[in-house]
């Protein structure tokens, strides 16, 4: 319940802990840059024909609105137990919204945990910030893949 | 919350409800939906040769022959009906290469549609059901609407936006976890030139078969835009409303969308 369960977010955050963790403590806001969108770089889709009555159309999901607190922050390259990894936070009106990984390692052992568990890091982290909702629809995941899907973390929270 | 998860359809189906349901309601609820799945696996299984499926697909069985009222036929008829809405872009007679008949397509929204409706038989009106990323919602949770966050496809595990549903259904097909697996019929490719739909509405076979044709419409000579136009006229003339994001990550909804999107007012 949204309101009356803090121990949801709770369960959801300590998901998040461990090395996203770790690597968010890394973040020592070395620089700041201008207020970016995560996904400010994707280019417009196709315009509607101009005949169709007008509808949303934006290169962002509903995106919290740029206000104070915004901005890119660079953090330092920080030692891993995956290697050395350098991340910068994008923040936008004082919420995290997205977690670049500047630099990975390649090869050996650590490239697989590169194509891997870094993704998953990252995502974890912005997902404990999510953590106020009840349910996640997505393209169909496999028994195999829930797993990993942020709506098993959602169930294992609710127990 | 009360939560509860199986395994079927080769996903994993998960059902939560208030937590002032009694346990043992929600259990027996979830029991009566979890059975029912699992009867619809078995009976529409493509991969079991004597499955009603795999007798129509190879001629065995005539569609004609099937009995009015019958599940197969609900189902059959949801397929003719998806067909015509969505000007053959879905068309279960023309999946795969070479084409062939697989209702798989319209079978599992169908079948959970079904599932949330035995759990209000079951007295648990308040619930929200996904199976495998495709919800059906109702009662809202403690008075207030349920809160679906949708995947960003780009970025697995990631909340692209949250939707706030009272009572309905939300589906999302996209190319994201299980590679592209939607047939355009008229083209035999598989569908690529959207990343994911979201559509939602009242009813979770309907919105399961929009989103999935959708999909496969992208894949026509004209992309994305073919897809977004019939998305718009879907929204006007039904009021399905819908999401879709591309494969650079840009997104675009129907107007009606915003009555879900809080975060936009």
């Given amino acids: 319940m949204r309101k009356t369960s803090p121990a949801r977010r709770t369960s959801l955050a300590l998901l998040s802990t461990g090395a996203g963790v770790a690597l968010l403590l890394g973040v020592k806001a070395q620089s700041a840059g201008a207020p970016r969108s995560a996904l400010a770089d994707a280019p417009r ?20 609105a740029a206000g104070s607190g915004s901005g890119t922050f660079t953090g330092s390259v920080v030692d891993t137990r ?10 936008s009106g004082g919420k995290l919204t997205d977690i670049v990984v ?9 490239s697989q945990i590169d194509s891997y568990a870094l993704p998953v890091l990252k995502s974890e982290a912005l997902a404990a910030q999510s953590a106020d909702i009840d349910v996640v629809s997505g393209a169909t995941y496999t028994s195999e893949g ?14 | 919350m009360r939560t509860a998860t ?20 929600f259990d027996a609820a979830g029991e009566a939906a979890f059975g029912w799945l699992r009867h619809v696996d078995a009976v529409f ?27 197969i036929h609900e189902v059959l008829s949801l397929c003719e009906e998806l067909k015509q809405a969505s000007d053959g872009a879905f068309d279960a007679w023309a999946v795969g290469d070479p084409p062939g008949f697989d209702p798989c397509g319209a079978v599992k929204g169908w079948a959970t549609e079904r599932a949330g409706a035995l759990l209000t038989a079951h007295g648990l009106t308040r619930h929200a059901l996904n199976a495998g990323g495709d919800v059906r919602l109702r009662g809202g949770r403690d008075g207030t609407p349920w809160r679906v966050a949708l995947t960003d ?20 097909s996209g190319t994201a976890e299980r590679g592209a697996h939607v047939f355009n019929p008229s083209s035999g490719r598989r ?28 894949d026509g000579p004209r992309g994305a835009a073919t897809a977004r136009e019939w998305l718009r006229g879907l929204a006007e003339r039904t009021g399905y409303q819908a999401l879709t994001v591309d494969p650079a990550g840009a997104t675009w909804w129907t107007g009606g969308l915003a009555a879900h999107l809080p975060q936009l007012s």
């Fill in chain 1, 45 to 64: 889709p196709a315009a509607a024909p101009s005949a169709a009555p007008p509808s949303s159309t934006s290169t962002a999901a509903p995106a919290p």
């Fill in chain 1, 82 to 91: 995956y290697g050395p990894v350098q991340v910068q936070a994008v923040k």
């Fill in chain 1, 102 to 110: 500047l630099q990975q390692t390649y090869g050996g052992h650590s």
């Fill in chain 1, 146 to 159: 829930y797993a990993q899907s942020l709506q098993a973390a959602l169930d294992a929270a609710g127990k």
């Fill in chain 2, 6 to 25: 199986a395994t079927i359809m080769g996903t994993v189906v998960s059902l939560a409800a208030p937590d002032d349901v009694p346990a043992a309601d």
């Fill in chain 2, 45 to 71: 299984s493509p991969f079991r040769a004597d499955s009603p499926i795999s007798r129509i697909r190879d001629g065995r069985l005539a569609p004609s022959a099937i009995e009015p009222g019958s599940e």
């Fill in chain 2, 153 to 172: 496809p780009h970025r697995p595990r990631t909340v692209l936006t949250v939707l706030t549903v009272a009572d309905g259904a939300v589906a999302t």
């Fill in chain 2, 191 to 218: 569908a690529t030139a959207l990343a994911q739909v979201t559509v939602t509405g009242p009813d979770l076979a309907r919105a399961d078969g929009y989103a999935t044709a959708a999909l496969a419409l992208a």
